[in-house]
């Protein structure tokens, strides 16, 4: 069955930049379309960026582009998210998340805090 | 964007009722939709995808209907499991995919 373990989060101040892992185990993680989804303290699920098996490909969200980076490295089974500029709106749990249209696996999340 | 709008905000069933949840698009997405499940301190957990396919593992008592821009989510006989917040999503569009803002099943 397939894990998704993040790492990274943190509390970072505002125009900060702070990097997010995902170690992905029990499939074949190459295989995959990945995502990091987001969650807002209270609030709903937003989609934040997605990128192919081979990284080819790359999408995210307006109000993160330009100032977020999705990346993988195959080899390692790893998926990253490199956040820069970051808001007070940006603080939320980020989840790991396999799939392109749909979600079938997700990670635990981790909490990403931007406050002075 | 395509706007996902889901209702009620808050179902209040007793434990073996049948719950009925809707979500309704902004512009036809085909049957390009999921349903997620969450509970506190957990991550989702995916209950069905493309309006009516259920998730590996996923009992029976749920099902999903609809296509195009109404969908819904029914959930046969309420368990106590069962009692927490269930979000659509649309992969129809992107960018980006959206989710609906969730409907809190709560215990009556």
């Known amino acids: 069955e397939g894990q998704l373990v993040e790492s990274g989060g943190g509390l970072v101040q505002p125009g900060g930049s702070l990097s997010l892992s995902c170690a992905a185990s029990?499939?074949?993680?190459?295989?995959?379309?990945m995502s990091w989804v987001r969650q807002a303290p209270g609030k709903g699920l937003e989609w934040v960026a997605n990128i192919k098996q081979d990284g080819s490909e790359k999408h995210s969200v307006d109000s993160v582009r330009g100032r977020f980076t999705i990346s993988r490295d195959n080899a390692k089974n790893s998926l990253y998210l490199q956040m820069n500029s970051l808001r007070a709106e940006d603080t939320a749990v980020y989840y790991c998340?396999?799939?392109?249209?749909?979600?079938?696996?997700w990670g635990q999340g981790t909490l990403v805090t931007v406050s002075s | 964007e395509i706007v996902m709008t889901q209702s009620p905000v808050t179902l209040s069933v007793s434990p073996g009722e049948r719950a009925t949840l809707s979500c309704r698009a902004s512009q036809s997405v085909s049957s390009n939709l999921a349903w997620y499940q969450q509970k506190p301190g957990q991550a989702p957990r995916l209950l069905i995808y493309?309006?009516?396919t259920r998730a590996t593992g996923i009992p029976a008592r749920f099902s999903g209907s609809g296509s195009g821009t109404e969908f819904t989510l029914t959930i046969s006989s309420l368990q106590s499991e069962d009692f927490a917040v269930y979000y659509c999503?649309?992969?129809?569009?992107?960018?980006?995919?959206?989710f609906g803002q969730g409907t809190k099943v709560e215990i009556k």
């Open positions: 493309d309006a009516s």
């Open positions: 998340a396999r799939g392109y249209g749909w979600v079938d696996y």
């Open positions: 029990g499939f074949t993680f190459s295989g995959y379309w």
């Open positions: 999503q649309q992969y129809s569009n992107w960018p980006p995919w959206t």
